[in-house]
């Protein structure tokens, strides 16, 4: 790594410490542990992660079914006793138990989900808000949602577009408006994590 991007990762930092101290003021604490030492490498998808974040939040549940929003079955497999999960169901746009192109309604899932993990999918959907109602629908009553995405400064990619980033304040007013009760919330780097419970 060159001088030049540390210089910038530095930059960064700071001012994401600053801001999140802002955020803490105005939302409540955001959640300052590391769970890097839960991250899982390598696995059959895009990002080839999933973040720590994710998984510890999900295996503190021990969710009997879940939703993977956008991952593929072996991806699903593999995260399943990790999270330690009974069931594991994905919906995306191939190579999952259900298609699902997220810009249009939902499928019919006849199996009861109490939890739903959207990983890196908000970032590239041109209706979000719509997508997260979506989720609010596919989740029994005290059923998860765990949502994972970007806030500016994170870098362009795309797939197949790449169309938004994402401050809190989002989260915080979608919360209100699909009645989510949100449960953990956390920022690290460029990266934002927020767990909603539905009441």
Request: aromatic share 12%.
């Amino acid at each position: 790594m060159g001088l030049r991007t540390k210089t910038i990762n530095f930059i960064t930092t700071m001012l994401n410490k600053k801001q999140i101290a802002y955020w803490n003021k105005l939302y409540g604490d955001f959640d300052d542990i590391n769970y890097d030492k839960y991250q899982v490498v390598n696995l059959p998808s895009e990002s080839g992660i999933c973040h720590g974040e994710i998984v510890k939040w999900s295996a503190d549940i021990r969710p009997q079914c879940v939703l993977f929003v956008g991952e593929n079955l072996d991806t699903a497999a593999k995260l399943k006793n990790i999270i330690h999960a009974g069931e594991v169901l994905t919906a995306g746009l191939s190579d999952a138990d259900y298609i699902w192109n997220f810009e249009e309604d939902i499928p019919v899932i006849k199996n009861t989900v109490d939890l739903v993990i959207s990983q890196a999918i908000f970032e590239h959907l041109l209706n979000p808000y719509k997508h997260l109602h979506d989720l609010s629908n596919l989740i029994q009553s005290t059923g998860h949602i765990i949502l994972h995405t970007v806030i500016p400064g994170f870098p362009y990619h795309r797939h197949p577009i790449d169309s938004l980033r994402f401050f809190p304040d989002w989260f915080e007013e979608a919360a209100q408006r699909f009645n989510l009760k949100i449960i953990k919330k956390r920022i690290k780097d460029t990266h934002i994590f927020y767990m909603y419970q539905k009441v």
